[in-house]
């Protein structure tokens, strides 16, 4: 009631031109908090280094008289260098958003570089709702106290697929290609290249003029293995744990270098497709971005993620003509997706730091992270996220979320300029630099009894109806990818655990990352393999190498660390029940 009064008051206020949301805001944070401080935010998340700038760089001085001054890894070179380099130095950041797995927060703790923000939460209003999460994050510092929090929490059930609209890791293709050739039914991933490569010929050349191929390929993010071939797996119900795969419904734990794993599978997909020619042969030297950039000029029709095809192509222009990225059905997938977290993810958590000048402002800014004003503005980073704030990108419309003219703008991928009330310069330029979902997008915002995700709200779903929209629903009598992969019994979701690996002997780590190289570098060489001669040949090469290599101790310890991880899913799936 006190909300709706002082909303009234404002509303008056403002239609007076007395005030203004923005300047309430910056009042209340110079008066709360007199001298301006500027702090160093240890960000390994962070694609973006340097000072927060923008929209979400004025919320935070006008709330909290402070501005982010982001540290980077990504960016600045170095990854666990850089860590190791602060944390030497003894001073990690002010703000610490990092990595807390395989003991990482015990040693924190340890050295003194975290501080226990048991006292600075007391009065927190948010991020306490999340204690059970908060409680369990606790064992990770190997001390009492509240040294980190864990990221993603959720009030839904560990079952509830965490993604919205749209699997992480599916077949997406250019559906307008596929409506071309008659949108022929797909049973398995040998019929699935079939129609790729009708496609591919069906239309050869680019937006540009350039040669389509239908698959491209990179190797910027592998690791463990070949993260494409990797990603097949993802799409049978498999996802990679260590040097393992681990089934979703914790069934089995695979080799990667078995005869039979689904691995293999993975790899012969893309031999076959090159065989056919229908891989870009600059696969083997190009990087993410020159992919995508071949993406974006209609040079590819495959997508390993939802995200990736959609986000290059799926232009409003091209939308509202009916072309772009859609799910293909492929009738034998069983599409992996992960549960929603209630006890949070905790291998990226966030804490302050010892040296912190204003710890206690600090807190107050987490616990607003937490808030629903953060979550709408800190998580504003995609199509699957949240929006940005009210009154510059949504607002209400008979008590429900609807996106402003600006915000079906900015959201929908044209290049705006923000208001200077609210920071001015380029909409994106504004994003949250954090790059970290503090709280899952599917959780309903106690304040419009909607999703934060605003591509579920019912108005978004509503006017966001393109011709491609249309034309895939046609076909597949869904609305959405997850809404036709559920009423298909074609998903599989692994319960949202918070399982983090414990801290492993160094011995074990250099193992891996000796076999993950090898096991990596003979995938490349099997898929462009010259016959299936040499593909057994060099499968059979990168089995008895990697072995070589000691495999088999790595395999048998993160194939426990994978059971670990089952059993931690079944047991979050009992404590929700019983908390139910």
């Known amino acids: 009631m006190k909300r709706r009064i002082m909303a009234i008051c404002i509303a008056a ?81 002010d703000l610490i958003i990092c990595n807390t797995s395989n003991g990482i927060l015990a040693q924190l703790v340890k050295a003194g570089l975290v501080q226990d923000m048991t ?21 990770l510092s190997g001390a009492e106290g509240i040294f980190a929090i864990p990221t993603e929490v959720s009030s839904n059930s560990p079952t509830t697929p965490s993604q919205g609209l749209e699997p992480g890791y599916a077949p997406y293709i250019r559906w307008d290609v596929y409506e071309e050739i008659g949108c022929p ?10 129609v790729l490569k009708q496609m591919q ?67 012969e ?19 993410y971005d020159t992919m995508y950039q071949k993406m974006q000029d209609g040079a590819v029709l495959f997508s390993f993620w939802s995200w990736m095809g959609q986000g290059a192509y799926n232009t ?95 959201l929908g991928g044209s290049e705006v300029n923000v208001p200077d009330e609210w920071g001015g310069g380029a909409w994106k330029e504004g994003v949250c630099a954090l790059n970290i979902t503090f709280v899952n997008t599917l959780d309903p915002n106690p304040e419009t009894n909607e999703p934060y995700m605003y591509t579920l709200w019912n108005s978004t779903i509503e006017d966001n109806k393109t011709k491609l929209d249309e034309d895939w629903t046609a076909v597949t009598g869904a609305v959405s990818a997850m809404e036709y992969l559920e009423n298909n019994d074609m998903l599989e979701v692994a319960p949202g655990d918070s399982y983090v690996t414990p801290d492993e002997d160094s ?6 990352t000796q076999c993950g190289a090898s096991l990596t570098d003979y995938s490349w060489r099997i898929v462009f393999s010259e016959d299936d001669d040499q593909f057994n040949t060099l499968y059979k090469e990168m089995q008895d190498t990697v072995e070589g290599l000691n495999f088999k101790d790595v395999f048998e310890y993160d194939k426990e660390r994978a059971l670990e991880k089952a059993k931690a899913r079944e047991e979050v799936v009992e404590l929700y029940n019983k908390a139910e």
């Open 13 to 93: 206020c403002m239609a007076s031109g007395l005030l203004t949301g923005v300047t309430v805001q910056a009042e209340e944070g110079a008066n709360k908090y007199e001298d301006p401080i500027t702090v160093d935010v240890f960000a390994s998340e962070a694609n973006y280094q340097g000072m927060q700038a923008g929209w979400f760089g004025k919320m935070v001085k006008d709330k909290f008289n402070m501005e982010l001054n982001i540290i980077a890894p990504n960016v600045a070179g170095g990854g666990d260098t850089l860590f190791q380099t602060r944390s030497a130095a003894g001073d990690l950041g």
């Open 119 to 139: 006292d600075l939460l007391k009065d927190a209003q948010y991020v306490t709702q999340y204690s059970d999460a908060i409680e369990s994050m606790k064992d």
């Open 185 to 194: 039914e797909i049973n398995n991933t040998d019929e699935l290249l079939d």
């Open 201 to 267: 010929e069906a239309h050869p050349t680019s937006d540009s003029g350039n040669k389509v191929y239908a698959i491209s390929l990179f190797s910027d993010w592998d690791r463990n293995m070949m993260t494409l071939a990797r990603n097949i797996t993802c799409m049978y119900g498999y996802d990679e744990a260590g040097i393992t795969l681990l089934a979703n419904d914790g069934s089995e734990v695979q080799s990667p270098i078995a005869d039979d794993s689904i691995y293999r599978k993975g790899l």
């Open 269 to 287: 997909f893309l031999y076959k497709a090159n065989q056919m020619g229908l891989v870009d042969p600059d696969s083997t030297t190009q990087n």
């Open 316 to 410: 409003t222009e091209h939308t509202a003509e009916g072309k772009g990225f859609k799910m293909v059905p492929v009738k034998d997938m069983k599409i992996g997706v992960g549960g929603c977290k209630m006890l949070g993810y905790q291998e990226i958590g966030v804490m302050i730091g010892s040296n912190a000048e204003d710890p206690q402002r600090l807190a107050d800014f987490i616990d607003w992270l937490y808030s629903p004003e953060g979550v709408m503005a800190s998580q504003a980073s995609g199509n699957s996220s949240a929006c940005g704030p009210e009154g510059l990108t949504w607002e209400l419309k008979d008590g429900k979320p609807v996106l402003t003219e600006f915000g079906q703008k900015a």
């Open 507 to 512: 011995q074990i780590s250099n193992l891996r």
